[in-house]
């Protein structure tokens, strides 16, 4: 299967390595708290762009998809499964999976709106998105997307209420349970 050979993807396959140096851990109780709006358990659960698997180490456990070759060799590294994979296109089957988390990655993904619909097909009814992401349109994030930009990053930034917006389009239930700089939107997806 051919993935994703973006700018971006191509960036953190080569630094790969340095990636975690200085990095904080990812915020558990914050990704606990978006996982609330869901109706566990959450078995089985897939950590999309999840690069090194920080956020996935914080939960415990979860299922690293990444498109970078890299990243995923330090992911397995830590313990974790790990699986090479486009966030828009899972190689993963419809309705199989208790929660999809994707941190600090949506922004670097080329199709935001392909990766929020294909989170929403893997996930069971009851299950939950959680994303944490960067508002643009704060201070501090205007200062972020300079930054990526100049770093040779293509990010693109959605604000807490466009992404909630592209999860509803995806058949979502949204939830904001943290607004700011850094924030999360949770979506829900429906009995049926
Ligand atoms: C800033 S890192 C975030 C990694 C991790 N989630 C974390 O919080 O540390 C962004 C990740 O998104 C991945 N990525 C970018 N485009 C992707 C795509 N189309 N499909 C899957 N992963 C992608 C990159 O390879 C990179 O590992």
Same mark, same amino acid.
């Given at each position: 299967?051919?993935?994703?050979?973006? +700018?971006?993807?191509?960036?953190?396959? +080569?630094?790969?390595?340095?990636?975690?140096?200085?990095?904080?851990?990812?915020?558990?109780? +914050?990704?606990?708290?978006?996982l609330a709006?869901g109706t566990g358990p959450f078995?089985? *659960?897939?950590? *999309? $762009?999840?690069?090194?698997?920080?956020?996935?180490?914080?939960? !415990?456990?979860?299922?690293?998809?990444?498109?970078?070759?890299?990243?995923?060799?330090?992911?397995?590294?830590?313990?974790?499964?790990?699986?090479?994979?486009?966030?828009?296109?899972? &190689?993963?089957?419809? !309705?199989?999976?208790d929660?999809?988390?994707?941190?600090?990655?949506?922004?670097?993904? &080329?199709?935001?709106?392909?990766?929020?619909?294909?989170?929403? +097909?893997?996930?069971?009814?009851g /299950?939950?998105?959680?994303?944490?992401?960067?508002? &643009?349109?704060?201070?501090? !994030?205007?200062?972020?997307?300079?930054?990526?930009?100049?770093?040779?990053?293509?990010?693109?930034?959605?604000?807490?209420?466009? =992404?909630?917006?592209?999860?509803?389009?995806? /058949? =979502? %239930?949204?939830?904001? &349970?943290?607004? $700011?700089?850094?924030?999360? *939107?949770?979506? %829900?997806?429906?009995?049926?």
């Open positions: 299967m051919r993935h994703t050979a973006t +700018r971006d993807v191509s960036l953190f396959d +080569r630094f790969a390595r340095l990636y975690e140096l200085g990095m904080p851990a990812a915020d558990a109780d +914050r990704l606990e708290a978006g709006f078995e089985r *659960v897939l950590d *999309v $762009g999840g690069g090194t698997g920080r956020a996935a180490r914080a939960l !415990g456990d979860a299922t690293v998809i990444d498109a970078a070759q890299g990243m995923l060799t330090e992911a397995r590294a830590s313990g974790l499964d790990a699986v090479q994979g486009d966030a828009g296109r899972l &190689p993963v089957r419809t !309705g199989s999976v929660a999809v988390i994707i941190v600090d990655a949506l922004h670097h993904f &080329p199709d935001a709106a392909a990766a929020i619909e294909d989170a929403a +097909r893997v996930l069971r009814a /299950g939950v998105l959680v994303v944490r992401e960067f508002d &643009p349109g704060t201070w501090r !994030g205007r200062g972020l997307v300079r930054m990526e930009h100049l770093v040779g990053f293509d990010s693109t930034f959605y604000t807490a209420d466009d =992404l909630a917006g592209l999860m509803a389009d995806a /058949g =979502l %239930v949204t939830f904001h &349970p943290e607004r $700011g700089f850094a924030y999360t *939107v949770a979506g %829900v997806k429906r009995g049926d």
